[in-house]
């Protein structure tokens, strides 16, 4: 059974730095992508960003674009986002996702979508006050 923990959600101001973390267990993650959505109070559930199992393709959604940074330690199975120059809209729940795909190019155009997860991590707040 696959299993996604974040960790590195809190409290911060606007303009501050977090970094998130996600570890994977339960299967071997090669040729998986990883990614975050989030999820704030009275809104869907978003793309936020992912990354291929080598690394070598990123993808973001617009407003997190030169703010936000993923990365990924396949050794250790795990995923970052590094966050900074935070805002408040930024606040929401940021979950953790793995899946794999059949091709660079499918992948370049099914990251976005919510429903091309199958693994999903419980979630961890962010907040940024003003």
């Known amino acids: 059974q696959v299993q996604l923990v974040e960790s590195g959600g809190g409290l911060v101001q606007a303009g501050g730095s977090l970094r998130l973390s996600c570890a994977g267990s339960?299967?071997?993650?090669?040729?998986?992508?990883m990614g975050w959505f989030r999820q704030a109070p009275g809104k869907e559930r978003e793309f936020v960003s992912a990354?291929?199992?080598?690394?070598?393709?990123?993808y973001y959604t617009d407003s997190v674009k030169g703010r936000f940074t993923i990365s990924r330690d396949n050794a250790k199975n795990t995923v970052y986002l590094q966050m900074n120059s935070l805002r408040p809209e930024d606040t929401a729940v940021y979950y953790c996702?793995?899946?794999?795909?059949?091709?660079?190019?499918?992948?370049?155009?099914?990251?976005?979508?919510?429903?091309?997860?199958?693994?999903w991590g419980q979630g961890t707040q962010v907040t940024v006050s003003s």
């Open positions: 996702v793995a899946d794999s795909f059949a091709s660079a190019q499918a992948m370049a155009s099914m990251t976005y979508r919510i429903d091309e997860y199958d693994y």
């Open positions: 339960g299967r071997t993650f090669s040729n998986v992508a």
């Open positions: 990354i291929s199992y080598s690394g070598s393709n990123t």
